[in-house]
Structures are given as structure tokens and as C-alpha cells.
């Protein structure tokens, strides 16, 4: 199993910036990929970035160029750099773990982080 716990989260005004971050712990070593999803009021949880061991990221159109995400090279802490900050960035974001165990893939969540961006 991994454990994950996310921080960095807050109340923003538009314009801000926040750093999340995502502490993994237990089997890291299962890990292959991570990524930053959020889910605002109202609306279905959607990825905002992702990156894999090999490298690979990708983006969710609104945020491309506003934020960044990065590891450290033993899957033990997640980023998420986020500039610029909108209103609409507003959400819980979570921190989500690919993992193959034994063969078979899954997956794990943490409990969420609280973004609240001001007009």
C-alpha cells in the first residue's frame, strides 16, 4: 500500500501563487507514476498534471503554463507549483499514486487539499 498526504493548500488571492505538495509513503517503490487531480463543487474530479517515472508530464489545458509539477527521484515527495492563480482554480486538489503491485496496477488517493483562490 501507499499513503499519501497532500499540503500547501490555502486561500489565495487571484494572482497568487501555492505550492502543494504530496508526502507518499509505504510501498513507494510500487510507484510508477503520479499525479495532481482537483474536484470543484459541483463538478466531476478532474487531472490538472501527471508525470510518470520515465519523465513523461502532461497538463490539463487550463493550467498549462501556469503550473508545474515535479518529484523527487524516490517517488517519497510530489509538487505542484501553481502561478497565477484564477478563481476558477478553486477545488480540493488530490494527489494520486500509479502503482503495480505483483503484477496488477492500481491505484492510490490522498484525503485532499483545499485551494480557494480570491477574486
Known amino acids: 500500500q501507499v499513503h499519501l498526504a497532500e499540503s500547501g493548500g490555502g486561500l489565495v488571492q487571484a494572482g497568487g501563487s501555492l505550492r502543494l505538495s504530496c508526502a507518499a509513503s509505504?510501498?513507494?517503490?510500487?510507484?510508477?507514476?503520479m499525479g495532481w487531480y482537483r474536484q470543484a463543487p459541483g463538478k466531476q474530479r478532474e487531472l490538472v498534471a501527471h508525470?510518470?517515472?520515465?519523465?513523461?508530464?502532461k497538463y490539463a489545458d487550463s493550467v498549462k503554463g501556469r503550473c508545474t509539477i515535479s518529484r523527487d527521484n524516490a517517488w517519497k515527495t510530489l509538487y505542484l507549483q501553481m502561478n497565477a492563480l484564477k478563481p476558477e482554480d478553486t477545488a480540493v486538489y488530490y494527489c494520486?499514486?500509479?502503482?503495480?503491485?505483483?503484477?496488477?496496477?492500481?491505484?492510490?488517493w490522498g484525503q485532499g487539499t483545499q485551494v480557494t483562490v480570491s477574486s
Open positions: 508525470i510518470t517515472d520515465s519523465g513523461s508530464i
Open positions: 509505504g510501498s513507494i517503490f510500487t510507484i510508477n507514476a
Open positions: 494520486k499514486s500509479d502503482v503495480l503491485e505483483l503484477g496488477y496496477a492500481s491505484d492510490y
